[in-house]
T-cell receptor
């Protein structure tokens, strides 16, 4: 158990819909990262938040957004969903330095029908 | 494009044998990390090697780093069926702190 929790575990929705994925980092970790894992793109970094502020952006679509709340939990919002958005979405957290390992949650499997 | 590419894409060995996976990357790095993923589950950190280190050990794991060739290798000695998983290298580079993952090696250890 990494100490990072993600909900829901599975999500099935239709094209055009909007969903919210939630992540709670390990106790004491200020950085939260979101990653997408799909068969064709592999594991890709989406976005990072540090203590409530956006710190880095990767291959995140404009239809996607995220935020980190004062209690440090984070939410990833995916809108106008397309079939190609079906993937595993992982959240990870790390200590404030960000130079050590990241601890990954179990992921949310999103299926867009 | 992904920072790291891994070789081989798939590896099948017998229990007790050693498994070696290789990773190449494109830019200068701060550190390189190896993660394991059991099918469809979260990634688990295995080992981190910094850019000024050449070799590191952790239990049955041995990682080497050659910054001149921009490559790393992960050796798992005396493999067990429980080692069956996908293994990913990931780099941290520049001022960013996010991980850039390789394409992964699917390791199957046969009992």
């Amino acid at each position: 158990d990494s100490g990072v929790t993600q909900t829901p575990k599975h999500l099935i929705t239709a094209t055009g819909q909007r969903v919210t994925l939630r992540c709670s980092p390990r106790s004491g970790d200020l950085s939260v990262y979101w990653y997408q894992q799909s068969l064709d793109q592999g594991l890709q970094f989406l976005i990072q938040y540090y203590n409530g502020e956006e710190r880095a952006k990767g291959n995140i679509l404009e239809r996607f957004s995220a935020q980190q709340f004062p209690d440090l939990h984070s939410e990833l919002n995916l809108s106008s969903l397309e079939l190609g958005d079906s993937a595993l979405y992982f959240c990870a957290s790390s200590d404030h330095t960000g130079t050590r390992e990241q601890f990954f949650g179990p992921g949310t499997r999103l299926t867009v029908l | 494009s992904q920072q790291g590419e891994e070789d081989p894409q798939a590896l099948s060995i017998q229990e007790g044998e050693n498994a070696t996976m290789n990773c190449s990357y494109k830019t200068s790095i701060n550190n390189l990390q190896w993660y394991r993923q059991n099918s469809g589950r979260g990634l688990v950190h295995l080992i981190l090697i910094r850019s000024n280190e050449r070799e590191k050990h952790s239990g049955r794991l041995r990682v080497t780093l050659d910054t001149s060739k921009k490559s790393s290798s992960l050796l798992i000695t005396a493999s067990r069926a429980a080692d069956t998983a996908s293994y990913f290298c990931a780099t941290v580079w520049g001022s960013a702190r996010q991980l850039t993952f390789g394409s992964g090696t699917q390791l199957t250890v046969l009992p």
